[in-house]
């Protein structure tokens, strides 16, 4: 039974996005979608001294244009330089810092992407490649996108031939369950509630950051304080 997620590309994401990622057979990054500010589209949060810090891409926006988040992108090419060495200063003393380090040091330090979601890419596929995730990314433009919100996740889903769509909880309150079930395609609604805690550098402790911190202070033990990876 093929399973099929579909998301928009997010900044250095949390775990439960890379347990989404990891629960399917093909995660379709949807960037067709309007790209939408104050969102996890060019940003996430980090662990530090002072308590939750934000990791900000800056982006051009369009006014009112309607800007998809593909069409998006970076307006200041210094903005890897500024964020590696925010992340250095914070996670030097974590227990695997200096095992990762020179991985993500490249990823920042040689990121030259222009639009905002091949920086998404960039980071979600060197990360999944670090899990282990051999899940296939794919990009919605791939697909000829119709009908409405439903419609066009529906249709994705049907085009790939996918059995089972999984979808975050968020989305219940606007899919509609009914032409999925009409079709015969079952829906699966991801639980992000019970992850284990683990060792944080700064407490109290923080579920939803990116997963640099999880990487970062278990290292090699980072599976067991992620979903997907339970059964194996």
């Not at 949060?45 to 244009?65: A, D, F, M």
């Not at 049907?158 to 968020?170: I, R, T």
């Not at 980072?222 to 339970?230: D, G, N, V």
Request: proline share 3%; charged share 25%.
């Amino acid at each position: 039974m093929k399973k099929n997620a579909i998301s928009q590309s997010n900044y250095i994401p949390w775990k439960g996005y890379f347990d989404a990622i990891n629960s399917v057979d093909e995660f379709v990054l949807y960037d067709d979608m309007q790209y939408t500010k104050r969102d996890w589209r060019n940003r996430n949060k980090i662990k530090t001294v002072s308590g939750l810090q934000w990791l900000t891409i800056p982006v051009e926006v369009k006014g009112k244009y309607y800007q998809k988040i593909c069409e998006t992108k970076i307006s200041d090419k210094n903005w890897n330089v500024e964020h590696w060495d925010t992340i250095k200063h914070n996670y030097l003393k974590t227990p695997f810092f200096k095992v990762y380090k020179d991985l993500f040091e490249e990823l920042y330090l040689n990121c030259n992407e222009t639009y905002l979601s091949q920086v998404n890419y960039r980071f979600i596929n060197a990360i999944c490649k670090l899990l282990d995730i051999n899940t296939k990314l794919i990009w919605s433009g791939n697909y000829e996108l119709r009908g409405d919100k439903s419609e066009k996740l529906l249709n994705i889903c049907l085009d790939n031939g996918a059995a089972a769509y999984f979808s975050g909880p968020a989305a219940k309150e606007y899919l509609d369950e009914n032409i999925f079930k009409s079709t015969g395609l079952e829906i699966v609604w991801f639980d992000y509630s019970g992850y284990k805690e683990y060792t944080q550098l700064y407490p109290p402790f923080e579920h939803g950051v990116s997963i640099l911190d999880l990487i970062f202070n278990t290292g090699p033990n980072i599976k067991e304080y992620m979903k997907s990876f339970e059964n194996d």
